[in-house]
């Protein structure tokens, strides 16, 4: 395959209050996998993960409403039903079908609520890390002290307080992958906190049991040193029974940028199977006849 198979690609579509932003590699690879990203991120998290998948799939990352270089809509404010009609509205004007969904955190849910939408128009759903938290601890969370709320100072030190809160759950010596965090969360100032606050508005245990009710197929992946997402572990698979789990050794909160060629590996191991599947389902596809002459019929 070309090195161009593989390059990533940025463009903009056109919504109803502005513009969404996407990245896009593997166009006409395969078929196509939608991936939305943690809270305060942008589709860089994807950066490095876009051309593994993009070998053999075509994969677009969403910088979902109001964050990275796509518009919110200022009517609709921030919520996960509103990520969610970001992606839903990309998928419709990048004309994908059958789409495989792929969400981070903030970005499971994301994908969560697109699935439970429109489960006809999505293939699977990748949730990684996801949340899911009771209504109780959702409205403790929303009156605690936040993730990444920091007032902004003339002296610039609420840049190194940024930082600090995010030092313990990224992996030792990647201040590279800080870097970028910081970055993304600059980009949105004082809205940082939003997409926190809009997960723990949005009701995960209801609607995990109205994905598990569409027979669509899950992967639950997660890393095991992610100090918020691997407890959450023992409650997915109980919502999703059928659900395959993978669990990634030292995988931390940024999972797909601190391991992006086992997050990769996980995700095209999902999908791979999937399409097997699919293949074996065409094949053992009867016609009239055929079905006819194994009963005896005729």
Known sequence: MSEDAVTIRRGYVDVPWGQLHFARCGEGNGAPVAMAHQTPRSWDE???????????????????PGFGASDLDPRAGDSIEHYADGLTLLIDELGLDQVALVGHHTGALVTLEVAVRCPTRVRAVVLSSAPLRSADERAAALAGPG?????????????????????????????????????????????????????????????????????????????????????????????????????????????????????AAAVAEFLRALDEREEVAELDVQTPDTAASKSGAG
Do not use: C
């Open 147 to 263: 993730v990444d709320d920091v007032t902004e100072r003339p002296d610039g030190s609420h840049l190194t307080e940024l930082w600090r809160r995010r030092l313990a759950f990224y992996p030792a010596g990647r201040s590279d992958l800080l870097r970028r965090f910081v970055a993304d969360a600059l980009r949105v100032g004082s809205r940082a906190e939003e997409g926190h606050r809009a997960v723990n508005r949005y009701p995960a245990p209801e609607r995990a049991e109205e994905l598990r009710r569409t027979g669509l197929p899950v992967l639950v992946l997660v890393g095991s040193a992610d100090p918020f997402a691997y407890p959450m572990l023992a409650r997915w698979r109980e919502a999703l029974p059928d659900a395959k789990v993978i669990e990634l050794a030292t995988g931390m909160v940024p999972l797909p940028d601190q391991l992006p060629v086992p997050f």
């Open 46 to 64: 994807y950066r490095d993960v876009l051309p593994l998948l993009g070998r053999d799939y075509d994969t677009v990352a969403l910088d979902t």
